[in-house]
């Protein structure tokens, strides 16, 4: 056992040392082996990272150069404006000097031609002083006492022919002159045929059914209230069959409001949204309607090269009326009645007829109120270039300004004529008419107003306010206001019932 112990000891302790020894070498490859995979895939990713910094690297720098090329284009293109404005500069100053050249040669030529002018003017002088010491030495006298004796004796002579022809045509014009004016008169008068004034400040909308006027009225009257703010007209439903009264003093109004409601039954959809589109529609056809009605007028009466707003007024007079004569007429009864009177006295009737048709412009125009009519209309016929006779023609009418054409006198007459006789006005609704504009006017001149209503004969007054400007405890303040002044500055029958109407109104859109 010994022996066998002996060898196999030293065997397993053989075979031990060379099992570590072994391992131990193959444990050192493989960490040599991974150290240098290690080492292999650094190096990679070294190269990858040196790789994309090098691309990064030329891309901002492509970039940079981009950009760089970008500034230098604008900077390029901001040289060449400045250098175009430059040569323009250039130019034009070339230009001026030339000019002020061209300007100090003239007046160069000037100032010799003017010293040459005064050396003649004294050559001249020298010259006339002595002819005129010869002529004195020759006739014994002055020649300032020859020229005093040479006019007394004209004027004498003048004055008597002058009292010898006027004494002449003053006896021929007492014969002949009333005889002639009232056959001038007469025979333009015969020659027209006017209308007869018509009081009138309602207008009746009729209706097929009472279901219609049910929806006329809306829920509650809101279609009608809706209705009367937009327009300005009292809508009166009663117990009429068939009939809705629009009552307003003003025809415009009462106008757009039946067209409305004509439009709004036709079509069937009556409500506040769809009244304000309509009413708002039929305003602007009535302006075109109106524009249309002076275009007619004027070609009617030979009357031509208007300007357009002058054509527009005179449109608008068909809605007029003065002292219930309707004012378009009244013009083209004033324009034919100066053109017949201008033909008979041997003017130009055609100039004659323009002066008569535009005489009364300034009772439709919306341009200083405070101002009469007359002179209203002149200046806006001298704004629209209209000749000067024409524009004293029509402010003379009314003898606000002095006549200073054979024109203005035959618009005065002819305006008279028109007027004054049997059937043409009436008294009563002008005056009516000017108390509610008036009341209008007065509420309107208050800060946040935008619209003011006079209804039921005057006997209220409506008062729309924007509700930006004016608060509810404003508007109450402002009615309190209102009253008082017309208290104390109009002169009206009963009593006035004042209405500040105050809406606030939000619109959106769905997309």
């Not at 007429?329 to 004033?334: F, G, I, M, P, Y």
């Amino acid at each position: 056992m010994e022996i066998i112990l002996s060898i196999i000891l030293p065997a397993i302790a053989a075979f031990g040392i060379a099992y570590y020894v072994g391992n131990n070498i193959v444990l050192k490859k493989k960490r040599e082996e991974i150290l240098k995979c290690a080492e292999q895939d650094g190096e990679n990713i070294k190269k990858e990272k040196i790789f994309q910094a090098k691309e990064k690297f030329l891309q901002l720098k492509t970039e940079h150069e981009q950009q760089i090329l970008e500034k230098s284009n604008v900077i390029i293109q901001q040289e060449n404006r400045i250098k175009q404005k430059e040569l323009s500069l250039n130019q034009q100053l070339q230009e001026l000097q030339k000019k002020q050249r061209e300007a100090d040669q003239v007046k160069e030529a000037a100032r010799l031609q003017q010293e040459m002018i005064e050396k003649k003017a004294e050559e001249y002088e020298k010259l006339r002083q002595e002819a005129i010491q010869k002529i004195e030495n020759i006739a014994g006298m002055s020649a300032a006492d020859a020229r005093n004796q040479l006019v007394e004796t004209m004027k004498n002579e003048a004055k008597s022919q002058a009292m010898s022809y006027i004494s002449e045509v003053m006896d021929e014009a007492r014969l002949t002159a009333s005889k002639e004016a009232k056959r001038i008169v007469i025979n333009t008068i015969q020659r027209i045929a006017p209308e007869t004034a018509i009081e009138n400040a309602v207008t009746v909308f009729n209706i097929e059914s009472d279901e219609i006027k049910g929806r006329i009225i809306g829920r509650e009257g809101r279609n009608i209230r809706a209705l009367e703010a937009a327009t300005g007209v009292e809508i009166v439903v009663d117990d009429t069959p068939e009939a809705i009264l629009l009552s307003a003093f003003d025809p415009v109004r009462r106008e757009v409001a039946r067209l409305a409601l004509h439009q709004l039954v036709t079509d069937g959809r009556i409500h506040p949204a769809r009244i304000e589109e309509v009413v708002a529609k039929v305003q602007k056809q009535l302006d075109d309607e109106i524009m249309e009605t002076g275009k007619r007028t004027c070609i009617d009466l030979g009357v031509h090269g208007l300007h357009p707003e002058l054509i527009r007024l005179i449109g608008r007079m068909k809605y007029r009326s003065s002292y219930g004569q309707n004012l378009l007429q009244h013009s083209r009864e004033v324009a034919n009645i100066c053109a017949t009177m201008a033909s008979e006295l041997g003017l130009n009737p055609k100039v004659a007829k323009r002066a008569g048709l535009l005489h009364d412009i300034g009772k439709v125009s919306d341009e200083d109120p405070e101002l009469p009519h007359a002179v209203l209309g002149m200046k806006l016929a001298e704004k629209y270039k209209e000749k000067p006779e024409i524009c004293n023609a029509i402010g003379s009418h009314h003898e606000e300004v002095e006549m200073t054409s054979l024109i203005a006198p035959l618009v005065l007459v002819s305006d008279a004529i028109s007027g004054a006789r049997p059937g043409a006005r009436r008294e009563v609704i002008e005056s009516y008419i000017k108390r509610l504009k008036e009341m209008e006017d007065l509420a309107l001149s208050y800060p946040g107003v935008t619209k003011t209503y006079a209804i039921q004969a005057g006997r209220e007054l409506r008062v729309i306010v924007g509700s930006e400007q004016v608060s509810d405890q404003d508007s109450e303040k402002l009615s309190l206001e209102i009253a008082k002044k017309i208290q104390d500055e109009l002169v009206y029958p009963g009593q006035v019932k004042i209405t500040v109407i105050r809406e606030t109104r939000s619109v959106s859109f769905a997309k």
